[in-house]
């Protein structure tokens, strides 16, 4: 049997602490399909879930399919999600990726991390967004909580998003990505803030890498 190191201790505790904290963590983007999820995901890049939310509760009421979305049209799109930042380029991404679907994948979704990638405006965290979300295909998507989380509890160090998913993957189970991932953006957004972090209320301060380094 592989002895369990040092790092997965570590990770495992952490888990096992915010876990408890957290039973209810979850996606907190609104969606009843694969394809309301990836447009939720589209449009949340530098918003908040619960504007997100708003937005698409009126968008997706009238057009929650690739067809439909293309048929608003880029201007149309564009007035509905007005009041989320970036407007513009993310209605160009998603009309763009609403008509790959429509042509090359007719009109579904792909499961494929891949595939979903090579969607306008898809990057890996969206993907891994999807994939573990809609399809329930373990996956770690690392946006800017689960990144200031993990390297502030010391199971992470990498520089880039993506090295983080990595090493997040190794130390912990592939049946736990996805929890790890609601986890970790829960902590980040209840307790673990990015300028005043809670750390008094912190369930996993005493595993914390940084809090033992400011007393």
């Not at 898809?122 to 891994?128: I, L």
């Not at 520089?159 to 790890?180: A, C, D, H, Y």
């Amino acid at each position: 049997m592989t002895e369990i190191n040092s790092d997965q201790t570590h990770a495992n505790l952490i888990f096992k602490a915010l876990q408890k904290e957290f039973p209810d963590a979850h996606c907190e983007l609104d969606y009843h399909s694969p394809f309301e999820l990836l447009i939720a995901t589209i449009l949340s890049a530098q918003c908040t879930d619960e504007r997100v939310n708003i937005v698409t509760g009126s968008l997706f009421a009238e057009a929650n399919t690739p067809e439909a979305i293309i048929a608003l049209g880029q201007l149309g799109l564009e007035n509905k999600i007005r009041s989320l930042g970036l407007f513009h380029n993310k209605a160009k991404n998603i009309i763009a990726a609403c008509r790959v679907l429509v042509e090359d994948f007719q009109g579904q979704v792909p499961e494929e991390l891949d595939l979903l990638r090579q969607l306008p405006g898809v990057g890996r965290k969206t993907a891994n967004v999807v994939v573990s979300n809609a399809f329930g295909i373990p996956a770690l998507a690392v946006d800017t909580h689960v990144f200031r989380v993990a390297h502030r509890l010391g199971i992470a160090n990498g520089k880039t998003p993506e090295k983080v998913e990595q090493e997040l993957m190794k130390i912990f189970s592939r049946e736990n990505w996805t929890l790890v991932h609601h986890l970790l953006i829960f902590q980040g957004r209840r307790i673990c803030l990015a300028r005043n972090p809670r750390c008094e209320e912190c369930p996993v301060s005493h595993l914390c890498v940084t809090y033992k380094e400011k007393q």
